[in-house]
């Protein structure tokens, strides 16, 4: 929920966080979690501990939020009890307030306002937040998410949920005449980065359609939007460009002498999503725009080879069209480039010195001292 004071609320129904005592660190979990950076506890997930799979590790966000706001309210229900915080200005008022909770329901709310003290403009547009909650539904199956934006005494709600996630996604973007049907792949691997590494589980989740009307490719890793791709998206480059490449080949499409296909000409006519998870990532940077895991580029480049190719032997029909369509893309791009070079020729060409001044004559004298 946006309110109008520009404060935030967000709710959800899980288990609720565990804010009670933590008798191992001798302190209360709210602490830990509001107002102690990288108390984090999301990393032994490969002995299945804490989360299957997480975008958060450090526990920084919860934090870092509670200090940058005006004020925070937290609404916990769990364990039929209902725990109340409330901060102000990074400091706790009033510590935990401890309630039975005689209803069914779990989960968590918290609303804060962040702080005009930290931050120079505190106006997060309504279109921000439909992006990133249109983002959220797309990777996360079947999961409801309500964004409501105050107006005056009315709340403006917009509901999102994709209930086959990516594949609705593509469907949506693809439209109903796209060249191909959409496919859906899926695979799971244990992959290590180096030799002295830990193993860790990556999941792999894919879906496509071609088209000669629309283009969209999208990454996501572990329920992120990854805005400059990474590494899923040198997967794709890598395996796309190979397949395709290798079924022009024996099928004997290309022209004689004609120059392989680039990604440039299969982007074209893509539309494609992939939302990959693991349980250890290395991001570019803090935005986590981007990932760099060497082998979730490895895993993803060798599992799309090998469902293109038998995607292509299933579906001659659909095979013939991707192909034709991307030499259609690649021969109109090599023509464009063709085109423009002369053009630039001919332009070029017509004003050189010699027609830019009048009466102006090129020296063809070979003796060295009747010219310069």
Known sequence: TRYEDQSVEVEDFGRGIPVDYNTKEQRFNWELLFCELYAGGKYNNDADESYEYSLGLNGLGLCSTQYASEYMDVDIRRDGVQYLLHFEKGENVGGLKKESYTKKDTGTRIRWKPDLEVFTDIHVPVEYFLDIIKRQAIVNDGVTF??????????????????NGIVDHVKEIAGADALTSVQFWQTERKVRDRDDKDEYRTKINVACAFSNRTKAIEYYHNSSFLE????????????????????????GKYLKGEGKISFVDVE?????????????????????KAITNKFIYEAMTDFLKHQLEVYFIENPDEAARVAEQVLVNK??????????????????????????????????????????
């Open 146 to 163: 309500i964004f409501r934006n105050q107006v005056g005494n009315q709340f403006e709600t917009t509901e999102f949920c994709y209930q």
């Open 228 to 251: 400059y791709g990474g590494s899923p998206e040198r997967a794709v480059k890598q395996a796309f460009v190979s397949q395709i490449d290798s079924y022009l080949k024996q099928n």
């Open 268 to 288: 074209d006519c893509l539309v494609l999503v992939s939302s990959s998870f693991s349980t250890q990532t290395s991001y570019e940077n803090q935005t986590k």
């Open 331 to 372: 021969r109109s791009r090599e023509n464009a480039e063709k085109t423009r070079l002369n053009l630039k020729k001919k332009l070029s060409g017509t004003i050189d010195v010699a027609n830019r001044v009048q009466n102006f004559v090129d020296c063809r004298s070979k003796d060295l001292s009747k010219r310069e």
